[in-house]
Nanobody
Framework: QVQLVESGGGLVQPGGSLRLSCAAS????????MGWYRQAPGKQRELVAT???????NYAGSVKGRFSISRGNAKNTVYLQMNSLKPEDTAVYYC??????????????WGQGTQVTVSS
């Protein structure tokens, strides 16, 4: 099976920074698109940013210029550097990965989520 484990959330003041990490492990042959989504209380889950296996990125308009997504050298890891954080960035952040397993089945996997709270 495949597991995604996130880390790096927490409480930060407006204008501050946080870096989220996500590591995929298990019976992985390759990871394709990886990304971050978030869900604020009472709202639907929304895309934050994605990155392909060759490093092509895509960002939600609300975070463009403030957040940066990248893949780790191990390729099964993804990071989200969040700068100039705003209270409206407060949400549970979820890691997502499009994975091909060693049995060559393809699936969409999610992490358990990490809380980011931006407040003074």
């Amino acid at each position: 099976q495949v597991q995604l484990v996130e880390s790096g959330g927490g409480l930060v003041q407006p204008g501050g920074s946080l870096r989220l990490s996500c590591a995929a492990s298990g019976s992985i042959f390759s990871t394709n698109l990886m990304g971050w989504y978030r869900q604020a209380p009472g709202k639907q889950r929304e895309l934050v940013a994605t990155v392909t296996s060759v490093g092509k990125t895509n960002y939600a308009g609300s975070v463009k210029g403030r957040f940066s997504i990248s893949r780790g050298n191990a390729k099964n890891t993804v990071y989200l550097q969040m700068n100039s954080l705003k209270p409206e960035d407060t949400a549970v952040y979820y890691c997502n990965a499009d994975v091909v397993t060693v049995t060559l089945s393809r699936g969409d996997y999610w992490g358990q989520g990490t809380q980011v709270t931006v407040s003074s």
